[in-house]
């Protein structure tokens, strides 16, 4: 049986959506925080996380074609 946490097994692939999914649970949390009068840092940090998660599934699965 081959190792799932490899490079390139399922693991690694899986990885940039699971961080997604956190990282928007972690968005909700900070907005619905800040309603409720919390820094708003938590939503922006959250929302931060979120780009850089959707950064990382953008490498995952864009083109690999010639580059200039």
């Known amino acids: 049986m081959e ?3 490899r490079d390139s097994g ?6 940039p ?3 997604l999914i956190v990282s928007a ?5 900070g907005l619905s ?7 708003p ?4 940090a959250a929302g931060v996380m979120v780009l850089l998660a959707c950064h ?3 490498r995952q699965v864009r083109p ?4 200039a």
């Open 33 to 39: 925080m800040y309603r409720q009068g919390a820094s």
């Open 41 to 44: 840092w938590w939503a922006i």
């Open 56 to 58: 990382g599934i953008y």
């Open 3 to 5: 190792n799932p946490f």
């Open 17 to 19: 959506y699971l961080s």
């Open 10 to 15: 399922p693991f690694d692939k899986a990885m």
């Open 25 to 29: 649970a972690l968005l909700i949390t």
């Open 64 to 67: 690999r074609g010639n580059r």
